[in-house]
């Protein structure tokens, strides 16, 4: 869940498990689990019993979705061994359309281009202007020549992967995000004690408290 949760990837969760959701709030350890799901932007889509008898009922069949899809139906099927089912309709959703956006590179590279282009100008036309309008609107306008010039616009196709989700995520801390989901990928399918080590080892270098 948490590598879902940082691919921002949308998904369905579905199984048997032995653990009674309707404990949430009177059991600690299910109450831990619930809260688990919920911290990774999971929900619960079946809120009652799916199994029922005499002397107890309880809610052991589990379907998660983090899907923002509001067009959905869940419920459960009454059988002698309920069955559980969560429809979602989204027709309007086109898969195989591609989302591009532009932007600029504002590499090393083009940033020392720039600087040299602004010095290699000759601006002793401007000095000619009686009027500071006139002077500072062909200043601008020699400016934006050079600045698209250098830092064109570029047509690419969005990743969401690769896009801050607000001023605060640096492009360091996106980086951090994926090696911490890589590491903790390869814990699971390798669960060796080499493996397990680099991870915890990972989550311990942004769980330092900060000093004072």
């Known amino acids: ?48 019993p799916t ?19 509001k067009d959905t139906l869940s419920g459960i099927i009454l059988t002698d061994h309920f069955g559980t089912f969560y429809i979602v309709n989204d027709s309007n959703r086109n898969t195989d359309k591609l989302t591009f956006i532009t932007m600029r590179k504002f590499t090393e590279t083009n940033m020392t281009k720039f600087k040299q282009l602004l010095c290699d100008r000759d601006f002793s036309e401007i000095i000619n202007y009686d009027c500071p309008t006139s002077a500072y609107d062909k200043f601008m306008s ?21 896009m801050k989700r607000g001023p605060w995520v640096s492009t360091g801390l996106l980086a951090s995000v994926r090696n911490k989901a890589k590491l903790f990928k390869k814990k699971l399918s390798k669960p060796t004690n080499e493996n397990i080590k680099c991870y915890k080892m990972y989550l311990n270098l942004f769980n330092r408290p900060s000093a004072s």
């Open 1 to 48: 869940m948490e590598i879902i949760n940082t691919e921002g990837t949308s998904s369905l969760i579905l199984g048997d498990v032995n653990i009674c959701l309707l404990k949430y709030g009177a059991n600690d350890k299910t109450s831990d689990y619930v809260d688990g799901i919920l911290s990774r932007g999971f929900l619960p889509v079946i809120h009652k």
């Open 142 to 162: 020699i400016y934006k020549t050079i600045f698209n010039g250098t830092f064109y616009l570029l047509k690419t196709l969005f990743n969401k992967k690769y």
């Open 51 to 69: 199994r029922v008898t005499h002397t107890s009922a309880t809610l052991i069949d589990h379907i998660y979705s983090n899907l923002t899809c």
